[in-house]
């Protein structure tokens, strides 16, 4: 899973160190570790829906 690491943190995993705005990509149970504590921000794995105007 890739996430964002928050501002005013640092992160590692497997040796590789993560800094604040960088972009992790790590195992599903590492962010989700993660994300509960607040260290990292999940990336949105879908794109975005197109918005819909009148003329669809």
């Known amino acids: 899973m890739k ?3 928050s501002r005013g943190f640092q992160v590692a995993h497997d040796g590789t160190v993560f800094g604040s ?9 590492v962010a989700d570790a993660w994300i509960r504590s607040g260290w990292a921000d999940a990336m949105s794995r879908r794109p975005r829906p197109k918005a819909h105007t009148e003329a669809d």
């Open 21 to 29: 705005g960088e972009v992790a990509d790590v195992p599903d149970d």
């Open 3 to 5: 996430v964002v690491v």
